[in-house]
């Protein structure tokens, strides 16, 4: 048994026991960056990219696969730009406790279309590109704040990611790469121990967002979790303890794509710069970081995942039918630049109608079945506490989506169980229309594939969120996730005791208080 077991233990027991250190308290004058800086490297600016009207939601989410369409430069700056880069100044009165900063523009909030624990977007994207590119071949990172690629390495090294994947693995035709880091100390300075569970769930996001807009645009885009990370780190000049390497993305090309070999000690030889000037280290996230990296390049078997999958519905619980599922009829760029999470503004006077609600569930779960190395197989289950839904009695229920329907779990309003079980004060649950909840079997997934399914538990959790979070914006519903609840009251709650299921994020939508005061300035 590895340490992602004792982990995932201790990550559902923080509402009673707080892990260490527990006396921990961010030093918001010392902290870093929202990005990395490399100092003296060449910026190519990317270019503007337009997206179709009829590339909507319900296309990015249908359970089909993406098409076979291939990138080019303005697709993947659009996709970049949509996800990751800044689109807006957002200033707004809510209940956040970063509210009296954000006036002042060194705090300032910017929005983007992917979500990200606490707003500290600690992904990095590095675009590794062969021949067939539009550019000279080697290695670029993205700069969210500038939207330019930075050269960090000169010549065809895409031959290194392909042997990292392995033979077997998908993108074994292409020269063209996508590969996501994750800088800890970026969220770790804030969130110590806790910060391997958050940062990924925002790599789950950030793919999740790359799958919805290339999806309903005829794209595909699948990631890959299993690879050797020792290899890729090594390449993009990075230490294993301070980033981990956690998805890589085969993009299909325009043109023909040349594959080339291997070519051994080359590596990035430019560093970023850090801006704070004490870096701490966490135990648990160094842990966390060598177990899931161990054996990384042990790509789980077709059927190895079948034991951990979710469970079916009880048949026996009383089913309450949903209405038609509301079309998601706005276009991907349009619902994820509308993207924000709503801090306390949810307002009961107006319920969910059961159209909005089924068509959020809908989104949640198509939205959980991430990447290849799951070969399909859906880990994640989704509950729902009712507060104010048109047709709906208040009470938990759990979510059958072959039926597109719920199933009684517990009668009776559950809005002082969701308050009381949750520790910070930026959201009044009761006020929500309804709170889902996903969960995974996270021990059955480690027995089956390892300590690295960690990785996949969670990135399939911010893939759910992500979902939701677009499907949202595009009902015109307020949304906000949240990882502080007592995830043992939970537990208790539904009755998962014994089916070894862990609820993993609570995830509200509602409407929100009408005429709000709100400053919106966008950018791109």
């Known amino acids: 048994m590895g340490y992602a077991h004792e982990y995932a233990a201790a990550i559902m027991r923080r509402g009673r026991v707080p892990m260490e250190p527990a006396d921990h308290v961010p030093n918001w004058t010392d902290s870093p960056r929202k990005a990395k800086f490399y100092p003296g490297v060449d910026s190519m600016p990317l270019p503007d990219s337009e997206y179709p009207a009829d590339a909507d939601l319900d296309r990015g989410l249908a359970e089909i696969p993406g098409g076979d369409g291939p990138f080019d430069l303005r697709s993947l700056s659009g996709m970049l730009r949509d996800s990751y880069g800044l689109t807006g100044r957002r200033l707004g009165i809510q209940a956040n406790t970063d509210l009296s900063a954000l006036p002042f523009y060194p705090l300032a909030n910017w929005s983007r279309g992917s979500a990200s624990g606490g707003g500290l977007y600690p992904v990095s994207v590095y675009w590794v590109s062969g021949a067939s590119g539009p550019v000279p071949p080697g290695v670029h990172y993205y700069s969210t704040r500038h939207h330019t690629m930075q050269r960090l390495l000169t010549g065809d090294v ?28 970026q969220n770790a300075f804030k969130y110590n121990s806790f910060s391997f569970h958050a940062v990924s769930m925002d790599v789950g996001a950030a793919v999740q967002t790359w799958r919805m807009w290339a999806k309903a645009r005829g794209l595909a ?46 590596s990035v030889q430019h560093t970023d710069v850090e ?74 006077q107006r319920p969910v109608t059961g159209a909005q609600l089924a068509a959020a569930l809908a989104a949640a779960a198509s939205g959980s079945k991430i990447g290849g190395d799951s070969h399909g197989v859906a880990l994640a289950k989704l509950y729902a506490f009712v507060n104010h839904v048109e047709g709906l009695a208040p009470g938990s229920y759990e979510y059958d989506p072959q039926a597109r329907s719920l199933r009684l779990v517990k009668e009776g309003r ?97 409407n929100e208080r009408p005429a709000p005061a709100d400053f919106r300035y966008e950018i791109a």
């Open 158 to 185: 895409s031959g290194e990611v392909r042997a990292a994947l392995g033979e077997d693995a998908p993108g074994a035709t292409t020269d063209q790469y996508l590969v996501l880091g994750v800088k800890y100390w």
């Open 275 to 348: 801006r704070s000037r004490t870096v701490l280290t966490f135990d648990s996230l160094l842990k966390m970081q060598a177990a899931t990296a161990h054996r990384a390049p042990r790509r789980p078997a077709p059927g190895a995942l079948a034991a951990a999958a979710a469970l079916p519905v009880d048949p026996d619980r009383v089913e309450a039918p949903l209405p038609a599922a509301q079309p998601l009829d706005t276009d991907v760029r349009t619902a994820l630049r509308r993207r924000r999470s709503s801090f306390g503004r949810f307002d009961a």
């Open 414 to 510: 559950p809005g002082e169980f969701l308050q009381k079980n949750y520790f910070l004060s930026n959201y009044n649950l009761e006020q929500a229309g309804a709170v889902l909840v996903p969960t995974v079997r996270t021990t059955a997934v480690l027995e089956a594939v390892g300590d690295r399914g960690y990785r996949l538990v969670n990135a399939t959790i911010g893939a759910a969120a992500q979902s939701l979070y677009t499907a949202c914006s595009a009902l015109d519903l307020g949304c906000g996730v949240a990882l502080g609840f007592d995830n043992i009251s939970y537990i208790e709650e539904l009755g998962l005791e014994k089916t070894g299921e862990a609820p993993l994020l609570i995830m509200m939508i509602g």
């Open 221 to 266: 885009v699948e990631p890959a979790l299993w690879f050797d990370e020792e290899r890729l780190a090594r390449l993009l000049g990075v230490r294993g303890e301070e980033e981990g390497i956690f998805a890589v993305v085969p993009l299909k090309w325009e043109g023909e794509s040349a594959a080339t070999a291997a070519v051994g000690a080359t």
